[in-house]
Structure formats: C-alpha cells, structure tokens
C-alpha cells in the first residue's frame, strides 16, 4: 500500500473527502490522493468488522471509463491476453495490460454493459492506461473516463443485507456480474466484487451523489468506515496482487500466478490466440513455465516480513524476495506474498527471510491465506 509521500496541498480528493474528515479519518497521500488509512477505531477493528459484517471504502481514486462502439471488445483484446468478446452483457472479468515482453503495465475490471464496456483501472496507472487505449485504440473505438463518477465498496458477509436495503434487485446479483440499480435516489452501476475476498459490491455513484449514498449506507447498523490500511490487509489475507508491488511491469502473469485469467482461446491454439504485446513470451511462459513464481508465505516466527525483505535458502544462497507482508489478523500469522525461484516455490518448502539481520523462517503455502467467500449462486 506505501507510495511516495506527497504534500497535502497537492494531493487530489475524492468526493468524500470531507465525510472522511467528519469521520475521524486519518488521512494519508496515496496514488495522487489524500485517502483515509483508518478512521478512529483503527485498522484491526476495521479489518475484523468486514470479515464479520460490512465494511464501507472509498474508492474513488480509481480510474473509471467507458469504452463504446462495436469493434470495442475486438480493440481491448489487442491491449490483454483477455476473452473480451466472449463477455456476455451484466458479465465482470479480471484483466491486465501487458508489454512488449510480457509484463503487466496495470491490471483491471472489465464489464459489458448494455451499449458500453465499463472498466476500471488502477488510481496511480489511470493517466498512463487512459494514455495507452487512446493511442493504441483510440481510432477504433470511443474511450469516455468517467471522473464524475465516484467509487464505493461494500466488503463483508452482511453487504447484501445492508444494499438489500436500498433496492431488493441487487440479491439477484452473484459473484463478478453487475446490473444498474438506483441506491437512495441515485443512478448506480453495481457489481458483486471487491477485493477482500469476502462476499460485496462495488458501486459507481455519480459524484454528486456519493456523499448522500455513503452517509445512507453507513447508517445502516452493520455497516462501519474502513480505510488503505484495513483493505491491504484484507486483500492479502485473499492472496490479491496490489499493482506496483506484487505485479508491475517486470511480472509476467504466469510468473504471477495470473493464468487463470487468460482464457484458453486467446492462448496458443485457441481460436483468437496472441494479437495483444507480448503475447509470444507469455506464450512461451505457459508451456515452458517460468524461472521464478509468486508464492504465499507463512512465518513460523510471530515477526511481520515486509515487502523487499530478501529470501534464501539454508546455506543462504538468494531465492527472491517479499513483495508484501503483514502480521495477519484472521490468519493470527505473519503472512507474505513473494517471488521465489521455480524449483524452490513448492507447497510447504522452507525459506528464510533477512529481517534486521536475523534470518527468519517461512514456509511456502497455498494461497488465499484466509478462504474466499464470494457469493456464486
């Protein structure tokens, strides 16, 4: 979640920004914004109260954009490894652009709506994605971003008893789809996703609306405020890659660990194989297997691991190193996500991390640390 800091008086606001305040947010610069990391209950609570009930982020900093006309699903899938075409209407899908050599330059959701597909991308990458679709497909189909539009998640088992609330539609609603809803007055576009892996909804709010809605939402007694703080340790307990630590633009999604997201007809031999940059080494990833791999991590000592803590082995010979670390509050554990060696990335395999000159031990498991509760049907 650490990005550089920026002074306050440049940092850019969501439509939220002062309900954050009123809140008793602690506010940090993240991505270009000033965000909350935790409102006064702090983030352990925060993070307990959305594995048990419902918890409510601010969003908005990320990038929302239509892309409308009817080659725009065949353009997006030049720019991602991704079944784009064979979305059906209300349907979400995970994405990522990738490089010249294989490499993620951001991840995103993908939704076909009715007329449009509704994407959103990473808050600090928006600029460069918005950039990258202008001047690759720019000529192809009309890109629209949505900065009007506000970003609200609801996270936690009793999300759905809290929207049900607003509009009984959204229980019709499963695990990636989305349908257009209104929630207290407002015009929303909601999908059952999220990124903690718990049951949830994201909901595009016109900003003029927003406050009205998060207000309404919270009000609702199982409902509380969450900040950064709670929603990075919540989507590492789910085994999510945060853009910029656990993925970037040297990862490649098979050493990632990302290829269930690329469907079999855009790999080689499928019927719309390649055609998107890199596609040849991420190919040749697939079949050959990559010389590194994502892992999971389980500390045997209660001391947190962070991200860049260096990985060996026993004669401490270099493994990798950690891309994210937490002490775990529903695993009770420190917990990683790192990049290991291939031959050394296998399930229970021991591996010592260099925290303030002591080598600490970790042993590698399966990942979500904590077990998705996404709500399939």
Request: charged share 20%.
């Amino acid at each position: 979640m650490s990005e550089p800091v920026t002074p306050a008086s440049s940092l850019q606001r969501t439509p939220l920004h002062a309900l954050h305040l009123d809140l008793g947010a602690r506010m940090v610069g993240f991505a270009g914004y000033d965000m909350p990391v935790s409102y006064p209950a702090g983030i352990l609570a925060e993070h307990r109260h959305c594995r048990s009930s419902a918890a409510l982020f601010d969003v908005s900093h990320m990038g929302q954009l239509r892309l409308i006309g009817p080659d725009a699903d065949r353009a997006l899938e030049s720019l991602v490894p991704v079944d784009v075409l064979g979305l059906a209407i209300g349907k979400q899908r995970y994405g990522f652009f990738t490089n010249a050599s294989g490499g993620i330059l951001d991840d995103l959701m993908i939704t076909r709506r009715e007329g449009d597909l509704f994407v959103v991308v990473n808050a600090g990458c928006k600029a460069d994605d918005i950039a990258h679709l202008a001047t690759n497909i720019g000529h192809r189909c009309t890109m629209q971003p949505l900065p009007d539009q506000a970003l609200l998640a609801l996270q936690g088992p009793k999300a759905v008893a809290a929207l049900l609330h607003f509009n009984p539609g959204v229980t019709g609603l499963t695990f990636m789809t989305g349908g257009a809803f209104t929630l207290g007055g407002a015009s929303c576009y909601v999908t059952r996703s999220g990124y903690t892996g718990e049951d949830g909804f994201e909901i595009s709010v016109p900003a003029a609306d927003a406050v009205g809605l998060a207000r309404a939402l919270l009000s609702r007694p199982e409902v509380k405020p969450a900040g950064l703080g709670a929603r990075d340790t919540l989507r590492l307990e789910a085994g999510l890659c945060l853009y910029g630590h656990d993925i970037d633009t040297t990862t490649s999604p098979v050493e990632a660990g990302l290829t269930w997201a690329i469907q079999k007809v855009r790999r080689a031999g499928g019927e719309r194989a390649g055609g998107y940059p890199g596609a040849a080494a991420i190919d040749s990833q697939l079949a050959s297997g990559p010389t590194s791999k994502r892992v999971g991590l389980v500390g045997l000592e209660r001391v947190p691991v962070r991200e860049g803590a260096k990985l060996s082995d026993a004669q401490g010979h270099p493994l990798g190193h950690v891309t994210s670390g937490t002490l775990a509050p529903t695993v009770d554990a420190p917990i990683a996500m790192a990049y290991l060696a291939a031959n050394h990335a296998l399930p229970s395999h021991e591996v010592y991390a260099e925290v303030r000159g002591r080598q600490l031990p970790m042993r590698v498991t399966a990942m979500p640390f904590t077990p998705h509760r996404y709500f399939r049907g």
